[in-house]
């Protein structure tokens, strides 16, 4: 993994979770397999991140009976979260448009130097 994409992962993490209990609740092993599914996060990741989203009140837990063993604990975003959510999913669309219109004009720039150099050469 190249350190940008591990970089980019670290930033949007919180996110993704915020997003994923923004359709419903879960408990931990669901949301870590969940991110693993789409973002390649690694399920130790998960736990920390969550406790440090409870303290920020970001989420809050509740124990659920599980009919395959002990309870679980399972998350659901707050009101807190839903507008860091919000705020976060802004900031993200402004930031991707940016860096998009950045890597446009870079390609465009390569192209043209791309083109220029044959031309030079014709």
Do not use: N
């Not at 860091?84 to 720039?109: D, P």
């Amino acid at each position: 993994m190249s350190e940008i994409e591990i970089q980019l992962k670290k930033g949007v993490l919180g996110l993704c979770v915020l997003a994923l209990l923004s359709k419903g609740d879960s408990y931990a092993y669901e949301i870590a397999s969940r991110m693993a599914d789409a973002v390649d996060m690694g399920e130790g990741t998960i736990y920390p991140l969550m406790r440090r989203m409870q303290s920020e009140g970001l989420v809050a837990t509740y124990l659920e009976e599980s009919p395959s063993g002990p309870s679980r604990k399972y998350y659901r975003i707050t009101q807190t979260g839903r507008a860091r959510l919000a705020g976060q999913i802004g900031e993200w669309r402004s930031f991707t448009e940016a860096v998009e219109a950045l890597i446009a004009t870079a390609q465009t720039t390569d192209t043209q130097a791309q083109e220029g150099e044959t031309s030079h050469e014709a």
